[in-house]
Nanobody
Framework: QVQLVESGGGLVQPGGSLRLSCVVSGFSLEDDAVAWFRQSPGKEREGVVCISSGDAITYFVKSAKGRFTVSRDNAKNTVFLQMNSLKPEDTAVYYC????????????????WGQGTQVTVSS
């Protein structure tokens, strides 16, 4: 059974940093892309960034470039989202998703999802 578990969310002040983790069990991440999506209250879920099986990084939202970095540790079956210079508009539930081999900004095409972790940026 495939399971994705996100962690690392929390409350942070504007300008602060958080590192989210997505631990995958039930299959090997080696051949899969892993994407991060987020959803704020009243808004549609949006893609943030994705890392391919070959470690190519694709940013789905312009505001993440230069502030967010995604990396993977295949030995630990874990993907990380390092978020720096956080802004109040980054407040959302962040989800990791996988189940496809390359990155696409379309949440309907990802087969497996975590439960999400809340990120709140506020002073």
């Amino acid at each position: 059974q495939v399971q994705l578990v996100e962690s690392g969310g929390g409350l942070v002040q504007p300008g602060g940093s958080l590192r989210l983790s997505c631990v995958v069990s039930g299959f090997s991440l080696e051949d899969d892309a892993v994407a991060w999506f987020r959803q704020s209250p009243g808004k549609e879920r949006e893609g943030v960034v994705c890392i391919s099986s070959g470690d190519a990084i694709t940013y789905f939202v312009k505001s993440a470039k230069g502030r967010f970095t995604v990396s993977r540790d295949n030995a630990k079956n874990t993907v990380f989202l390092q978020m720096n210079s956080l802004k109040p508009e980054d407040t959302a539930v962040y989800y990791c998703a996988t189940g496809r081999s390359f990155c696409v900004d379309n949440d309907h095409t990802y087969k497996d999802w975590g439960q999400g972790t809340q990120v709140t940026v506020s002073s």
